[in-house]
């Protein structure tokens, strides 16, 4: 099968999952850092859904590419549940083959910040992670 479209994910029946892959210089970010950024700007305990988005296509989930950032996910994991009551659902597995997604969904934020999903689900998102890193940025 050849790279899936944005309207086939939506439809939950092709079995991927809206994700992003992050290139990043370890120097100035860990990967742990970025974990926790993750799991802390979604809710990780809630299955198929975020926000007012549900289907298998909205997983929590994170895509390693190697034995290295599976132990690490595994630990942050684990550290992160502490912070949940509920159970964390966030699916660990290897990456398979990653698709970028089509030309109108690359820089979607920058391109459509004033986009009415942008301002009730993204910017309150970026609200908290300012707040809760915010010293980290600030270096």
Known sequence: PGRPTYREICSGLTGHAEVVQITFDPAVITYEDILIIFMSTHD????????ADTGT?????????????????????????????KPIVTELSSLGIFYDAEDYHQDYYKNNSEQGYCQVVINPKLAKLRQLHADKLLK
Not at 45 to 51: F, K, P
Request: proline share 3%.
């Open 44 to 51: 990780p305990t809630t299955l198929n859904r975020q926000g």
């Open 57 to 85: 296509q909205y997983r929590s989930v994170i895509y390693y590419h190697n034995a290295n950032q599976q132990q690490k996910a595994d630990m942050v994991l684990s550290e992160m549940q502490k912070v949940y009551e």
